[in-house]
């Protein structure tokens, strides 16, 4: 339904692109900006568990081989990204187009309706809502599945279906909260945990060039968490974000740390954690050799 609208926008588009008035944050910094408005997608947390659906349906096919099951992963990987990156970049080119016809909406599920109403009447919004319940149920459904695989193998004392009840349950109450609720809830904890899920899947992704050394992935972590928590906390409720504890460190991350303005804090310190790891992964190695050779 979705690519039928874009497919429709693009060739009837409701409106130009030129002219239209850049607001808010996007008027300036607005990749930063993007990136951190993109956290609240959670594709990339999402990415993560689905990685052991994806391994595990390549594995159903008979393929065994690591290396084999590590390219067919990378393939789709490299496949769904793809599609995602025209999709949203369809969205926003409709969502431009449409402001000639439609103010600002409060979202984009808001503005996405109008769209539709408008290129398809209430039947494309009818359609457009099944087929909304149904991408969110399927996704529900690998994330539910993803964990309970992953807490039964880790914590084994409850099995696989206690897990998945417990993650449904609790999913189904948190859901009635509403989805501005959830994500202004959700933003300090996003704001800590995806510097940290990036850095570890770039981590993953250039695990070859370095061995898959452990002192790489620890050193790149200790030096993303710490902006990575003041970043939350900068996030958090204002009980929590203007104490006087929380407003020194936020003081002396905006001071020292590049980019503290934009919500990427962490990537300078990540980057130098890396590089630290990969000069102890070097001298050890050297160390190793060295001593290889000292034994000979």
């Given at each position: 339904?979705?690519?039928i609208?874009?497919?429709?926008?693009?060739f009837k588009p409701?409106?130009?692109?030129?002219?239209?008035?850049?607001?808010?944050?996007?008027?300036?910094?607005?990749?930063t900006?993007?990136?951190?408005?993109?956290?609240?997608?959670m594709?990339a947390?999402a990415?993560?568990?689905f990685?052991?659906?994806?391994?595990?349906?390549?594995?159903?096919?008979?393929?065994?081989n690591?290396t084999?099951?590590?390219?067919?992963?990378?393939?789709?990987?490299?496949?769904?990204?793809?599609?995602?990156?025209v999709?949203?970049?369809?969205?926003?080119?409709?969502?431009?187009?449409?402001?000639?016809?439609f103010?600002?909406?409060?979202?984009?599920?808001v503005?996405?309706?109008?769209i539709?109403?408008?290129?398809f009447g209430?039947?494309g919004?009818?359609?457009?809502a099944?087929?909304?319940?149904?991408?969110c149920?399927t996704?529900a459904i690998?994330?539910?599945?993803?964990?309970?695989?992953?807490?039964?193998s880790?914590?084994?004392?409850?099995?696989y279906?206690?897990y998945?009840v417990?993650?449904?349950?609790i999913?189904?109450?948190?859901s009635?909260?509403?989805?501005a609720t959830?994500?202004n809830?959700?933003?300090?904890?996003?704001?800590?945990?995806y510097?940290?899920c990036?850095?570890?899947?770039?981590?993953?992704l250039?695990s070859?060039?370095?061995n898959?050394?452990?002192v790489?992935y620890?050193m790149?972590?200790?030096f993303?968490?710490v902006?990575?928590?003041?970043?939350?906390?900068?996030?958090?409720?204002?009980?929590?974000?203007?104490s006087?504890?929380?407003?020194?460190l936020?003081?002396?991350?905006?001071?020292?740390?590049?980019f503290?303005a934009q919500?990427l804090?962490w990537?300078v310190?990540?980057?130098?954690g890396?590089v630290?790891g990969?000069?102890i992964?070097?001298?050890q190695?050297i160390?190793?050799?060295k001593?290889?050779?000292a034994?000979?």
């Amino acid at each position: 339904m979705v690519v039928i609208l874009l497919l429709v926008a693009i060739f009837k588009p409701m409106g130009s692109t030129a002219g239209q008035v850049v607001t808010g944050a996007w008027r300036h910094g607005a990749m930063t900006n993007g990136i951190i408005q993109g956290y609240q997608t959670m594709d990339a947390l999402a990415s993560v568990e689905f990685g052991v659906v994806v391994i595990t349906a390549i594995k159903v096919f008979g393929v065994k081989n690591e290396t084999r099951v590590a390219h067919l992963t990378i393939k789709a990987g490299v496949i769904a990204a793809s599609a995602m990156a025209v999709l949203y970049a369809g969205l926003a080119y409709i969502g431009a187009t449409s402001l000639g016809h439609f103010k600002v909406a409060a979202d984009g599920g808001v503005a996405l309706g109008q769209i539709t109403q408008y290129f398809f009447g209430n039947a494309g919004v009818y359609i457009l809502a099944i087929m909304a319940t149904i991408t969110c149920m399927t996704t529900a459904i690998g994330v539910t599945t993803s964990f309970a695989t992953a807490f039964s193998s880790m914590f084994p004392r409850f099995g696989y279906k206690t897990y998945v009840v417990i993650v449904s349950v609790i999913s189904f109450g948190v859901s009635n909260f509403g989805f501005a609720t959830i994500i202004n809830a959700a933003v300090p904890f996003l704001m800590f945990i995806y510097p940290l899920c990036i850095t570890l899947i770039l981590l993953s992704l250039a695990s070859p060039f370095f061995n898959r050394a452990r002192v790489v992935y620890i050193m790149t972590t200790i030096f993303t968490i710490v902006p990575s928590i003041v970043d939350g906390l900068n996030a958090a409720p204002a009980f929590i974000a203007k104490s006087a504890f929380v407003q020194t460190l936020i003081q002396l991350d905006s001071k020292y740390l590049p980019f503290f303005a934009q919500g990427l804090a962490w990537l300078v310190p990540a980057i130098i954690g890396f590089v630290i790891g990969i000069g102890i992964y070097a001298v050890q190695r050297i160390r190793e050799t060295k001593a290889v050779t000292a034994g000979e």
